[in-house]
């Protein structure tokens, strides 16, 4: 029984994390005017997933670009919601494409500006960040 107990609270602090995840995604998209469809949190073979459909940003610079696939981790950390460690593989992967070809040195430096850029605008949109992933794990 406790097992059972044990596994709900973990997949319900993992959909915390994914929903927060996720949340973090949109408003840093939003923040750039980007559009924003639907967000999917839920759990498939004992795994939290999410997924966030976020318009095209080729338009905006590097380090913007950076900062909205950056965002779902950074409102992690921000907001204290862990998860798996799997859980952003697929941004920092995406970062990894758009940063390929620039060096390890500014690679670095984008990343770290992005990841400081999302950090800022998930720190004065809390509240809206908080609503957007209460919503989606309702």
């Known amino acids: 029984m406790a097992r059972s107990h044990d596994a709900k609270k973990r997949h319900a602090s993992d959909l915390r994390g994914v929903a927060i995840h996720e949340a973090g995604h949109a408003v840093v998209a939003r923040f750039f005017e980007l559009p924003v469809g639907t967000l999917s949190i839920g759990l498939a073979n004992e795994r939290a997933i999410g997924k966030s459909e976020i318009g095209s940003d080729a338009h905006l610079p590097m380090v913007e670009r950076i900062a909205v696939r950056l965002a779902g981790v950074v409102a992690q950390n921000l907001f ?28 670095l430096a984008l990343r770290a500006d992005g990841y400081l850029l999302a950090y800022e605008i998930l720190r004065a949109r809390r509240h809206e960040t908080i609503w957007v992933a209460r919503h989606w794990m309702a």
């Open 80 to 107: 204290k919601c862990p998860t798996c460690n799997w859980v952003g593989m697929s941004d920092d992967v995406s970062v990894g494409e758009l940063v390929s070809d620039l060096g390890m040195t500014k690679s």
